[in-house]
Each structure stands twice: as structure tokens, then as C-alpha cells.
């Protein structure tokens, strides 16, 4: 919901001040039984609320993704989707994309880039690239300017070296990493910028699904780098571009 929308409506006199009240009591939230969309999170947070889609049903997210089309939403944004739920929501929304690597589906226009600033997701190998690639689409999504650098991982780390000129751009560097996560701690060493750790679950047995990863990286030695879950590439966007909104709004403070 745009509050701003509402009050001008009614400085305008298009809308009653009843109207109105009932459009501001009512529309924070619409509770459809299963799930209640938050239509308040934007205002709040500067962020509209993601659909996650990882055990949810295919008729439910298009219940979801019907009623967010109902309430105006332009963009919408989903993680975690099966391409057989993907198919399921394009019978209520035929514009909606899909990205096969990140499970991600979205509907508008990739978002201009609108924060000062860059972010860097850098991931070791290409089994990684999953959990990098929601990252970068997240961030992008929010409105950030994101550059990917993939398959630089540590058992070649001449790889990684020639590209320390865009961890010098960015205003804040995402590593994701499987195996024994090594990466974040690298690049948390090569770099003054924060640095998000994202473990994965990718590795053999002694791995235990990304848990030795994610212990290295809570434990790593470069002091700036900060820890998400596993397999959290979502997570890791959403802390980017939270960081990256320290640097301001692109335009501001121009004439």
C-alpha cells in the first residue's frame, strides 16, 4: 500500500477522510487464511514482502501472487520455486519469469539501480552458483548494482586475484562457499569492505551440508566478515543492500 498515494488522494478530495481511515486500518494486511501479506513491510522496511516458496503449495503462492495483483504490486518477488510451481503461478500471473540456477521468480522490470555504490557476490566454484545467483538477484531486485564473479575459489587463488579490482568497487562483497569455506576469509583479508560469509551446502560427507563451512566461517580470522546461514543467499542480498543504503541514494544531494 502507498500511504503517500492515500493522503494525496484525499488532499485532493477524490476520497472520503472515512474512505481513507478504511483504507489505512484495513490495508496493512490481507489475511487469506493460510498466509497474511504484509502490505505494510515497504513502508516499514523500504522492502515489499518476498514470497518464499519452499514448502509452500502451488495453489497456494498463486492464491498469494493473485492477491498481491489484486492490491496493485508491480513487482513481485519469489525464492525458493520449483519449476512445477513456476508453471502453476503463470496461469494467474503469464508475466511472471523464472531463473532456472536460482529458483527465483519475478515479475516487472529489473529494478534501476538506485543506492551509490556497487555490491560484489563472488563465489568459489560453479556447484555454488545456486545460492550465489539468489544473491545477486536479490540484490539487484532491491535496487542495487551487482557485479558477479564466479569460480574463484581457493585451490586456485590466482583466479581471485585478478579480480581485486572489483572487490576494491564494491561497497560491500558477498563470498559464498561450500567445502571448507575458505573464500570469505581470503577475501575478508584482501579487502577493507565488509564482507557477507555465506556458507553452502556443497562438499562431501565430512562437509555435513554446509555445517563446516559455516563453523570455518564463524570462526574465520579476517575481522570484518559477518556469517548468514546456510545456503542463505537471500539473506545475504537483503544484508547487502541493508549495508549499501549507507552509502545513499544515487542522485542525492545534487542539483
Do not use: W
Not at 123 to 141: H, I
Request: aromatic fraction near 4%.
Amino acid at each position: 500500500m502507498d500511504t503517500a498515494k492515500i493522503l494525496q488522494e484525499l488532499a485532493d478530495g477524490h476520497i472520503s477522510v472515512q474512505e481513507a481511515e478504511r483504507k489505512l486500518k484495513t490495508e496493512p494486511f490481507d489475511d487469506l487464511g493460510y498466509a497474511k501479506i504484509d502490505y505494510h513491510r515497504e513502508i516499514r522496511t523500504g522492502v515489499p514482502e518476498i514470497i518464499y516458496c519452499e514448502g509452500k503449495t502451488a495453489g497456494q503462492i498463486c492464491g498469494i501472487v493473485e492477491n498481491m495483483l489484486a492490491h496493485g504490486a508491480e513487482r513481485i518477488f519469489g525464492t525458493r520455486c520449483s519449476r512445477e510451481k513456476y508453471e502453476a503461478v503463470r496461469s494467474v500471473c503469464p508475466d511472471m519469469e523464472y531463473d532456472e540456477t536460482s529458483r527465483i521468480v519475478s515479475r516487472g522490470t529489473p529494478a534501476e539501480p538506485s543506492n551509490n555504490g556497487k555490491i560484489a557476490v563472488a563465489c568459489a566454484g560453479t556447484s555454488d552458483l545456486p545460492v550465489a545467483r539468489e544473491a545477486a538477484l536479490t540484490a539487484r531486485f532491491l535496487g542495487n548494482e551487482v557485479e558477479e564473479i564466479y569460480d574463484v575459489g581457493v585451490a586456485g587463488i590466482h583466479r581471485l586475484l585478478a579480480k581485486l579490482d572489483v572487490l576494491a568497487q564494491a561497497n560491500v562483497v558477498i563470498a559464498v562457499a561450500g567445502m571448507e569455506g575458505a573464500l570469505a576469509s581470503v577475501i575478508g583479508g584482501l579487502t577493507d569492505k565488509p564482507v557477507i560469509a555465506v556458507p553452502t551446502s556443497v562438499g562431501y560427507g565430512a562437509g555435513a551440508g554446509g555445517l563446516a563451512a559455516l563453523l570455518a566461517m564463524l570462526n574465520s580470522c579476517a575481522s570484518g566478515v559477518s556469517v548468514v546461514n546456510i545456503d542463505n543467499g537471500f539473506g545475504a542480498g537483503y544484508m547487502a543492500h541493508s549495508i549499501n543504503c549507507l552509502a545513499g541514494r544515487r542522485g542525492e544531494g545534487k542539483q
